[in-house]
């Protein structure tokens, strides 16, 4: 059973940074994508940044030069480096494998950026 912990969120100031991190476990070495989502209160979930096996990359046109996701070789751990951080940023921030066409989310970490 695939299994997602994210870590890295809090309380930043705008202008500020974070370091979110997922720790995966559990049949993941043949994860075709590795990505990130949020959802801020009222609105769907999104998509933020991606990566497939090949680390390729791709991000939502709001976060493109702000944030970075990175990922391991083994696929054990993907992160999300968010620079510059805005009020708009605010959400709950999910990381999501997907393995064999199924997706394994994780809990979600809070991320708040106060003005």
């Known amino acids: 059973q695939v299994h997602l912990v994210e870590s890295g969120g809090g309380l930043v100031h705008a202008g500020g940074s974070l370091r979110l991190s997922c720790a995966a476990s559990?049949?993941?070495?043949?994860?075709?994508?590795m990505g990130w989502y949020r959802q801020a209160p009222g609105k769907q979930r999104e998509l933020v940044a991606i990566?497939?096996?090949?680390?390729?990359?791709d991000y939502a046109d709001s976060v493109k030069g702000r944030f970075t996701i990175s990922k391991d070789g083994a696929n054990t751990m993907v992160w999300l480096q968010m620079n510059n951080l805005r009020p708009e940023d605010t959400a709950v921030y999910y990381c999501?494998?997907?393995?064999?066409?199924?997706?394994?989310w994780g809990q979600g970490t809070q991320v708040t950026v106060s003005s």
């Open positions: 999501q494998q997907v393995i064999y066409g199924a997706s394994y």
């Open positions: 559990g049949g993941i070495f043949s994860a075709e994508t």
């Open positions: 990566i497939n096996s090949a680390r390729s990359t």
